[in-house]
């Protein structure tokens, strides 16, 4: 399994879907300062967070995640390495369960990355409240906003990697499903949406106005891995579609 982890780490290297996810963060944290620079008042570093928070939740980490996820899970079926996996005793399952493991450490990476762009930009634009320990904050804030939209989208991922070129219905389908969050979150629904589900767990504050239920969005989240593991489990072993497809080639023949 580190091998699997190691290689595919080293493909990504390869692949320019990547500069997507770098391009979508840091457009998540300009259109926050720039959202924060157009109203009233003095812009706190602690208020600009909050607004990278609420972009990278519903609009950039859902979608980049399922696009960057699915596609490296769909080279195996453009470059047909997926074919010539029978001389190669690694089972689909385990292969899959690599790829989604890498798709989590590189949402780690990108929630850095996050915190990277919202801490120089916050240089730039915040000039009040900017104290180590709301940096520090910031930090785990969005790295763990990152892994919760991790665990929220993990089950698009998996369902949508069946088929070759799945992943483009399932990137849409994360895009909107991070989109309606802006419509949950805040509300009584909050703590119960995956994708909202992470705010209180990383202590969000927003306006100030936001009760969370710590154990809901626990729960929840749990469900989505418990979900997730099922949907791995279930997979079809590539060597059972080999042999079916084999089995109704004999059956064609005779």
């Keep these: ?31 926050a300062a720039f959202q924060q620079t157009g109203g009233n ?26 696009l960057i996820g699915g596609y490296i899970i769909n080279r195996e079926y453009v470059d047909h390495t997926l074919k010539n996996m029978l001389t190669v005793p690694i089972p ?3 292969l899959l369960t690599g790829k989604v493991i ?21 240089m730039l634009f915040c000039h009040e409240n900017m104290l180590p320990a ?15 939209c991790y665990l929220a989208v993990l089950p698009i991922i998996i369902f949508f990697s069946r088929k070759q070129n799945g992943y483009l219905a399932g990137t849409g389908l994360a895009f909107v499903y991070g989109f ?8 009584a629904l909050t703590d119960y949406y995956p994708i909202t589900a992470g705010l209180g767990i990383i202590k969000f504050t927003g306006d100030g106005s936001h009760n969370f239920n710590l154990s809901a969005e626990i729960g929840i989240l ?16 590539y060597k059972d579609g080999v042999a079916t497809s084999k089995n109704k080639g004999k059956k064609q023949a005779a």
């Design 1 to 31: 399994m580190i091998n699997i982890i190691i290689t595919e780490l080293q493909k990504l290297k390869r692949y320019s879907v990547r500069w997507i996810g770098i391009v979508a963060v840091a457009f998540s944290a300009l259109l």
């Design 41 to 66: 008042g003095t812009l706190t570093y602690e208020s600009y967070t909050n607004s990278v928070i609420w972009n990278n939740f519903s609009l950039a980490f859902p979608f980049m995640i399922v």
């Design 92 to 94: 689909f399952r385990k």
């Design 102 to 122: 890498v798709v989590g450490i590189v949402t780690v990476l990108y929630g850095l990355f996050s915190f990277l762009c919202t801490f120089v930009l916050g």
């Design 134 to 148: 709301l940096v520090v904050k910031s930090l785990f804030q969005l790295v763990g906003l990152g892994l919760c």
């Design 180 to 187: 309606c969050g802006i419509f949950i979150a805040g509300r």
């Design 222 to 237: 749990l469900l989505m891995t418990a979900l997730s593991v099922a949907m791995l489990l279930c997979t079809k072993g």
